[in-house]
Nanobody, 116 residues
Framework: QVQLVESGGGLVQPGGSLTLSCAAS????????MNWYRQAPGKEREFVAD????????NYAEPVRKRFTISRDNDKNTIYLKMNNLNPEDTAVYYC?????????WGQGTQVTVSS
C-alpha cells in the first residue's frame, strides 16, 4: 500500500533553515507528481509546492517562493523541502501528498515551529 513518511521538522529561530524529507513506498514513485502541503493552527491545509515525476516542472505557493526549494531523488523514493529564511508564519504541520489511481495519499505530517 502507498505510504508516505515525513521527517525533519523541529523548532527553529526566525531566519533559520530546515530541510524536510518524505520517504515514499508502495507505488512507482518516479511516475508521480509529489506535493508538499502545510496546515497552521486554526487554518485550512494549504498547498506549498509540487514537483513533477522527473522534476521538470515545479510550482510554489507565493508565500514560500524564493525561500523554499522542492526536490526529489527517484533512486531513493524521497522528496525534500529545503526551507530558508523561515518566519513565524511558516509554523505548521507539513504534509507530503500524492495522488495515485485517483486517490489522495497523505503522510502523518511533521511539525515545524518557527519561534525565538
Amino acid at each position: 500500500q502507498v505510504q508516505l513518511v515525513e521527517s525533519g521538522g523541529g523548532l527553529v529561530q526566525p531566519g533559520g533553515s530546515l530541510t524536510l524529507s518524505c520517504a515514499a513506498s508502495g507505488f512507482t514513485f518516479r511516475d508521480y507528481t509529489m506535493n508538499w502541503y502545510r496546515q497552521a493552527p486554526g487554518k485550512e491545509r494549504e498547498f506549498v509546492a509540487d514537483i513533477s515525476s522527473y522534476g521538470g516542472l515545479i510550482n510554489y505557493a507565493e508565500p514560500v517562493r524564493k525561500r523554499f526549494t522542492i526536490s526529489r531523488d527517484n533512486d531513493k523514493n524521497t522528496i525534500y523541502l529545503k526551507m530558508n529564511n523561515l518566519n513565524p508564519e511558516d509554523t505548521a504541520v507539513y504534509y507530503c501528498n500524492t495522488r495515485v489511481s485517483r486517490f489522495d495519499y497523505w503522510g502523518q505530517g511533521t511539525q515545524v515551529t518557527v519561534s525565538s
